[in-house]
């Protein structure tokens, strides 16, 4: 009998299981997750997972994988795969065979190296179980100390200070968000944050961190001392790639798969944060993506290829943001770019695009209060992916619509 595993049952693997079914496979499925809750959306993890302290926002509910004949079990470690012999290896002793694999095993916070781990105010964000141990120290009685100034330290920045709690934010660059997005961008996300009284502090770098059991000491190198009730690392992440590394796959910056999600074994694909691919609308350079819409396409993607399909990664990659009243939307990748344009869309709402020499389009950055730049940054999005060379003042231009320069 064709059967098919998936390892990890997070937003992409849960979605490749019920896009196989969506399929008409009826083979066995088998879903494996290390952690307790049904596949759910990390997103909300550091906005109302924060907030509110809600429930997880499963993509399906538990009956309906039962529905489907899909066996999820969770709560389970996977301790090898026997590429020889088409088995996985679980922890519990059990041995699972398979005719197709899919990795969506995703990532794992980056640690501080250097200072303690494992200490109970030492905390990162990652999981619905991480969320609700924050959520428990937010009240406007409380301090926070934020490590790291990407997207994840400063929602959770935003949400820390919608509960009340002082927040202080130390980011080891000159500014915050300087892997993501222009500086413009980050000087109204900064300013925004200033507003609402959080504290910033760039170029900080950490030389002694003591955590006790009810308090966090932090001294930085220039000699300040922050004192918090908790510290969240927010310092980026790792693929999890350790068991395709000991089944010798290939690994390039996660684990390495073809424009198909093919790995280096051809009844093996890889899917979502885990995984390393060649994106053909950048002249096949080799991306890494972590975001909701890379899981959910590349779900379907692998889903179809591994049965027989020949579908190839191809979507622009498109991040999204929100922080308090604002909205930032990042289409493309900037790497490359050797000017920038920006597009003023009134109520201090902008865009700044990236070109390279020949002036073609490669990433669009947008702020602004609520769907401001939705609207602009899909067409941005749309010009990315046909590679059009474009007239830089054409695209300064809020009088000459970006629809018209994609049907030039």
Not at 240 to 258: R, Y
Not at 349 to 368: K, M, P, Q, W
């Amino acid at each position: 009998m064709t059967s098919i595993i998936i390892l990890g049952a997070g937003e992409c693997g849960g979605r490749a299981a019920l896009s196989l079914r969506e399929r008409g496979f009826d083979g066995a499925i088998t879903l494996i997750g290390a952690e307790d809750h049904a596949p759910y959306e990390r997103p909300p993890l550091s906005k109302d997972g924060i907030v509110a302290g809600a429930e997880p926002r499963f993509i399906a509910s538990l009956a309906d994988y039962a529905a489907q004949t899909i066996d999820l079990r969770l709560g389970v470690s996977v301790t090898a795969i026997d590429r020889a012999n088409r088995v996985v290896d679980l922890a519990d002793g059990v041995r699972l065979p398979y005719t197709k694999l899919l990795m969506a095993t995703g990532a794992r916070p980056r640690p501080l190296t250097g200072f303690e781990s494992g200490a109970p105010r030492i905390l990162s964000l990652r999981t619905h179980a991480d969320a609700q141990r924050i959520r428990r120290y937010l009240s406007p009685a409380s301090r926070i100390a934020i490590l790291g100034g990407g997207f994840i330290g400063l929602e959770l920045a935003a949400a820390a200070r919608n509960l009340g709690a002082s927040v202080i934010l130390l980011e080891g660059l000159p500014r915050i968000l300087s892997r993501g997005v222009p500086a413009d961008v980050a000087e109204v996300v900064a300013a925004r944050h200033a507003a609402e009284g959080v504290e910033i502090i760039c170029d900080a770098r950490v030389d002694e961190l003591i955590s006790e059991d009810d308090a966090v000491r932090i001294t930085l190198s220039d000699g300040r001392i922050v004192d918090a009730d908790i510290l969240v690392v927010g310092i980026g992440s790792l693929p999890n790639v350790e068991l395709a590394a000991d089944a010798g796959l290939f690994i390039d910056n996660g684990i390495a798969v073809d424009r198909q999600l093919r790995t280096s074994d051809p009844d093996i694909f890889a899917a979502g944060d885990c995984c390393s691919f060649p994106l053909s609308v950048y002249g096949d350079r080799r991306v890494r993506l972590e975001s909701w819409r890379n899981a959910q396409e590349q779900a379907l993607i692998a889903a179809a290829n591994l049965l027989g399909a020949n579908e190839a990664v191809s979507s622009v990659p498109w991040f999204w943001s929100d922080q308090y009243d604002l909205t930032l939307q990042v289409a493309g990748l900037s790497a490359g770019g050797s000017r920038s344009v920006r597009r003023d869309l009134g109520n201090g709402a902008f865009i700044i695009f990236a070109l390279n020499e020949t002036d073609r389009l490669l990433s669009a950055s947008g702020i602004g209060p609520g769907n401001a730049v939705a609207r602009e940054i899909r067409l941005a999005e749309m010009l990315i992916a046909a590679g059009k060379s474009l007239d830089p003042e054409a695209l300064a231009s809020p009088d000459i619509r970006l629809k018209a320069l994609l049907a030039a």
